[in-house]
């Protein structure tokens, strides 16, 4: 695993917790090596994450002979190198969302894995939320009928305070974008998961926060990305929707959620309120149609690896575990990941189109 941040600290969990959760496990991950930028932070991930060994230098980790499986969790700008030498030497790969800072470099890594014949997944865990699964179910199932239109948000307040400062997500040379790529990702995977390919996009966008103090220092530096945009989407199967995201919503802290209208109902999620789903369908009686709260439990998506009760309550980490538990279990029965590069490529292109639409104030084809 190469990055022991936010992320890091997760995909370990995920890791040491998998068989826990799925027994007999398809896979059981050993935890090797842990790259570190420096060596001492190296070490001290390994003690702490439960990692074999620690080393700065990831170029050897990456192809040491007894690594099967590379997991990348550093900032974005770090991501492409890191897969292109995996991929080159052999290694399966899990790869932190968005797979790139740009759309034609996630295709080279897409182009990478493919040739290697590996199996290669994009870390949009969230879509692993078993109400998000099972939400796929239903509509798959016609539940609600022919999907009409997509709405999604993902608001958060961490950096709304202008003295927050600017670390790597605010500097476009190692994210990227800013809250278009950072967040704005995880609801363009779900409107991929659930809707469908996004085929065009009218967007604007912010910069509300222009000038952060550098980490550990008053020194004030320009932020050159989004806080905010707001997306106008039409998909590839004639459905329309929107996405929007902030990182400056008081209140909000993290509110990812998808609307869905069909032609014979309705489906609503609130990260915030995880383990539940929202359900209306038009066959009620008029005078009792509304939301149905419908909370997931053993009788719902991996509900008999999860918890014996609906609503215990799933978190961020049982996200990562599901995530895992996929990943493992695509390398041991040797078949494609879901999500996959594939995905991360596909929403790379929404992400490039939603950029370039902002500069120009209209609608923007999505590349293939
Ligand atoms: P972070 O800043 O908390 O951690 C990144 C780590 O990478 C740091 O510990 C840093 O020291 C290390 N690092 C930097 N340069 C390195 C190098 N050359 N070699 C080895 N390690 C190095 O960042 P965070 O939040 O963990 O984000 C990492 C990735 O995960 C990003 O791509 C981000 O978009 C993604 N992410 C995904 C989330 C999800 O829900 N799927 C949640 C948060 C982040
Ligand atoms: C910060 O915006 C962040 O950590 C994102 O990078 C993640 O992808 C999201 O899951 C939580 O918020």
Redesign the pocket.
């Given at each position: 695993m190469i990055g022991a941040g936010?992320m890091g600290k997760a995909h370990a969990l995920a890791y040491a917790s998998l068989p826990m959760f799925f027994w007999p496990a398809p896979a059981r991950p050993v935890r090797a090596l842990v790259v570190e930028a420096t060596e001492p932070q190296a070490r001290e991930a390994a003690e702490r994450l439960g990692f074999e060994r620690g080393t700065d230098d990831w170029q050897r980790a990456v192809t040491a002979d007894e690594i099967d499986v590379v997991d990348v969790c550093t900032p974005n700008f770090l991501h492409k190198e890191a897969v292109l030498l995996a991929a080159a030497h052999g290694k399966h790969i899990i790869c932190e969302?968005p797979l790139a800072t740009n759309a034609d470099d996630a295709k080279e890594m897409l182009a990478a894995v493919e040739r290697a014949g590996v199996v290669h997944a994009t870390a949009f865990n969230?879509r692993h939320t078993p109400a998000v699964v099972y939400a796929k179910k239903l509509i798959s199932d016609g539940v609600i009928g022919d999907v009409l239109d997509f709405r999604g948000t993902y608001l958060?307040d961490?950096p709304a305070d202008p003295s927050f400062p600017r670390t790597w997500?605010f500097d476009r040379k190692l994210a990227g974008t800013g809250a278009i790529g950072?967040?704005g990702s995880?609801v363009i995977d779900f409107a991929r998961y659930l809707v469908g390919e996004v085929a065009q996009v009218c967007a604007t966008a912010n910069t509300y926060v222009r000038r952060r103090p550098l980490p550990g220092s008053n020194e004030l530096r320009t932020v050159d990305v989004d806080d905010q945009f707001t997306s106008l989407i039409r998909f590839a199967g004639g459905q329309t929707g929107s996405i929007e995201a902030t990182?400056n919503a008081y209140g909000r802290h993290?509110y990812l959620t998808f609307e869905i209208h069909g032609t014979a109902g309705s489906i609503l999620f609130d990260y915030e309120k995880r383990d539940q789903l929202r359900l209306a369908v038009a066959d009620e009686a008029r005078d009792r149609r509304g939301f149905t709260t419908i909370y997931t439990g053993p009788d719902h998506p991996y509900g008999d690896a999860l918890w014996p009760g609906p609503a215990l309550g799933n978190g961020y980490a049982e996200t990562k575990i599901i995530e895992a538990y996929e990943f493992f279990r695509s390398i041991a029965e040797q078949r494609s990941a879901d999500p996959s590069f594939v995905d991360g490529y596909r929403a790379a292109r929404v992400v490039e189109a939603i950029a370039a639409s902002t500069e120009i104030g209209s609608w923007t084809q999505v590349r293939s």
């Open positions: 936010f969302k969230f958060q961490w997500r950072d967040i995880h990182r993290n």
